[in-house]
């Protein structure tokens, strides 16, 4: 595995390298999978409230170009990146107004008093954190209502739970199908709580696709 001296240092590798080649090629619209070459792939910001009087927080906002979308609409958009060169990166977006934080987003989450309508991860943070500690911090930091929805690759065949995510950052990627991941989201406090499994485009048919999980913060204290 690679060494890096830091465990940011890891993720502005990460971002410079992979990251950057799946997520820079088409900036004009929101994207939940990886195939961002494809413009009509997939779903985009109709499972968030966005407009103006909302606060959309994004858990791994990466270069920002997802939560410059979220800006577009009026309201409040907050992103957490623990890469620095990530969020040097959105902040040279123009154009968009954005709050931005180099942080990792567990101790963001934490040390947080505002509520917002709603929260997502694209391939980010909810992937890489332990559901058991990520999910309440988020039920939290959401209004009674608030939404929760993030995106990541499906598990590999024979891969399951905590999966060392390889070369590119020191962190174990969580490899859950739809249904156990609405099982984490219904223990930590949600409901309304559903997942589904979007195809690659035409043309990649065989490829990767994508896991989307939505759930909806009880109103119960």
């Keep these: 595995m690679t060494q890096h001296a830091t465990e940011e240092d890891a993720w502005d590798a990460y971002g410079d390298g992979r990251q950057a080649r799946l997520w820079d090629r088409d900036p004009s619209r929101f994207h939940w999978t990886q195939w961002t070459g494809h413009p009509d792939h997939g779903p985009q910001l109709e499972l968030l409230p966005t407009g103006p009087g909302t606060s959309v927080l994004d858990l791994g906002c990466g270069k920002g170009r997802n939560l410059s979308h979220v800006a577009a609409r009026g309201g409040r958009a907050v992103g957490v990146d623990l890469s620095g060169n990530q969020i040097t990166a959105a902040r040279g977006l123009s154009g968009v107004r954005m709050e931005l934080h180099q942080t990792d987003a567990a101790k963001f989450l934490d040390a947080c008093s505002e509520e917002f309508d709603a929260i997502y991860s694209v391939f980010g943070a909810v992937w890489f954190t332990d559901p058991e500690v990520l999910l309440p911090k988020i039920r939290r930091r959401l209004k009674p209502g608030g939404v929760l ?73």
Excluded: N
């Excluded at 249904?179 to 065989?206: N, Q, Y």
């Design 149 to 221: 929805v993030f995106s990541h690759r499906p598990p590999d065949d024979g891969e399951y739970g905590p999966v060392l995510h390889g070369e590119e950052a020191p962190a174990m990627r969580r490899c859950y199908p739809g249904a156990v991941w609405e099982d984490h989201l219904r223990v930590a406090g949600f409901v309304d709580v559903s997942s589904w499994t979007i195809a690659p485009p035409p043309g990649k048919e065989g490829m990767v696709q994508t896991v989307i999980v939505r759930g909806i913060r009880s109103t119960a204290a």
